[in-house]
């Protein structure tokens, strides 16, 4: 808001609650704005758009995702469209840790248990509460980590898990960009990694102990995670998604927790969200720990996602390059 106030030049409507803006308000006030700042719950389609009207030249919205606008509709009118990549990656790549790490050693279930007053009937005992161990042990010296989406968000994940001990990089990623062989090995050197490599879908679930979802969401990656992809994974794996719920089939994932096909689940974002209640399947799963899409929540981000979000939006009002620019 200073950066935004401090250009007499701009008039600015502001939703003023901290929350999502009801998309009424937004419809009633976007007519004849040249720029509008959104956030990933707002839908902007040919709808917003066409209510802003011919003077709209700027939608930017404050998240690394964007597949909540529209990119065809905002080329078709000649709108630049911003978002806040980088400023993000290390809030989203130790939270993606921290959910490994709660789903393989039972954390959700021993959180809740603490708090419902039921730590008295469990006293310590040899194989309580046991899980997964993320680190690597004498008798255990393997571990393999597995990405689907091999960018900014889950580099920085691979470099915090290094000090685990870990021993392989498994990777898919969008299958129309080609292998990066220099990129990964480069990494594999600087990690000390057994091998930093590109396989296919099967070979990651069949492969991974912790298989981390850090790809964008749209109809491209629609339910990659399905059926099919968790029966393939490993007893004694987890996974993690702190990208978007359309990724993972939560029915499928859901069966798979239950009926053990893998151990343990860490999400920080479900299909459908918000109206994610106790009664969700996911929720219902003990071994599925769950945290309403705060990967970005820390104050440093958010301020800094405020900050390249506004910055934005000036610089292509006012005629200059944006700092992060999506290409339509
Ligand atoms: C984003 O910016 O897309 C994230 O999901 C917010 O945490």
């Known amino acids: 808001m200073p950066l935004l106030e401090s250009r007499p030049e701009l008039e600015l409507v502001v939703w003023p609650e901290d929350r999502a803006c009801d998309r009424s308000w937004l419809l009633e006030n976007i007519p004849g704005a040249t720029g509008v700042i959104v956030m990933l719950t707002d839908k902007v389609n040919p709808e917003l758009l066409d209510k802003a009207g011919p003077s709209l030249r700027v939608v930017s919205t404050m998240s690394v995702g964007y597949e909540h606008v529209d ?39 021993g959180v809740s248990l603490v708090q419902n007053g039921e730590w008295p009937n469990f006293s310590w005992a040899p194989f309580g509460f046991c899980g997964p161990q993320l680190s690597t042990t004498a008798a255990s010296p393997t571990r393999k980590i597995g990405f689907l989406g091999f960018g900014r968000i889950a580099q920085a994940t691979l470099a915090r898990l290094v000090p ?23 990494l594999a050197k600087k990690y000390n990694l057994k091998a930093v490599s590109k396989v296919n879908v099967d070979e990651l679930a069949r492969e991974s102990d912790v298989l981390f979802v850090l790809a964008p969401g749209g109809q491209g990656t629609y339910h990659v995670i399905n059926e099919g992809l968790l029966r393939k994974m490993k007893k004694t794996s987890i ?30 974002v479900v299909e459908g969200e918000p109206n994610v209640t106790i009664d969700h399947p996911l929720v219902k799963e003990p071994r599925c720990v769950i945290v309403p899409h705060i990967a970005s929540a820390t104050l440093e981000t958010r301020r800094d996602m405020a900050t390249r979000a506004a910055q934005n939006l000036v610089a292509a009002i006012l005629g200059g390059d944006m700092p992060a620019q999506v290409d339509l």
């Not at 996974?239 to 994932?253: E, F, I, K």
């Open 71 to 109: 990119l065809a509709a905002a080329a078709q009118r000649g709108l630049k469209v911003g978002y806040t990549p980088d400023v993000l990656t290390d809030a989203v790549a130790d939270l993606s840790v921290m959910l490994a790490l709660m789903a393989g050693r039972n954390g959700g279930i």
């Open 164 to 186: 685990f001990g870990i021993t392989h990089c498994l990777y898919s990623s969008n299958p129309s960009s080609p292998p990066n062989h220099q990129r990964d090995t480069d």
């Open 239 to 268: 996974l993690v998604n702190a990208s978007r719920g359309t990724l993972v089939d939560s029915d499928a994932l859901a069966k798979a927790l239950k009926e053990g096909w893998i151990w343990g689940a860490g999400l920080d």
